[in-house]
Nanobody
Framework: QLQLAESGGGLVQSGGSLMLSCAAS????????IGWFRQAPGKEREGVSC????????DYQDSVKGRFTISRDNAKTVVYLQMNSLRPEDTAVYYC????????????????WGQGTLVTVSS
């Protein structure tokens, strides 16, 4: 059974940084495409960043480009989301999700989801 677990959320001041981790178990991470998503209160869930199983394909939502960095360590079966220059509008529950199959960067068709980690950015 493929399982994902996010960690690293918390409360940070505007302009601060956090690193989120998505730990995988029950499968070989190197064969899985990962996406980071977030859902703010009263808003729909949105894709933030994604990375292909090979690591060669990466994408960012426009609002986080230049501030967030996604990376993966297949040996440790962890995918990271480094978040710098955080803004109050980044406040949300952040989820990682996995999609098996062809290597690529995806925001849809995710098959497995973590429980989420809350990020709160104060102004």
């Amino acid at each position: 059974q493929l399982q994902l677990a996010e960690s690293g959320g918390g409360l940070v001041q505007s302009g601060g940084s956090l690193m989120l981790s998505c730990a995988a178990s029950g499968f070989t991470l190197k064969n899985v495409n990962i996406g980071w998503f977030r859902q703010a209160p009263g808003k729909e869930r949105e894709g933030v960043s994604c990375i292909s199983s090979s690591g060669r394909s990466i994408d960012y939502q426009d609002s986080v480009k230049g501030r967030f960095t996604i990376s993966r360590d297949n040996a440790k079966t962890v995918v990271y989301l480094q978040m710098n220059s955080l803004r109050p509008e980044d406040t949300a529950v952040y989820y990682c999700a996995a999609r098996t199959g062809s290597s690529g960067c995806y925001y849809s068709g995710m098959q497995y989801w973590g429980q989420g980690t809350l990020v709160t950015v104060s102004s």
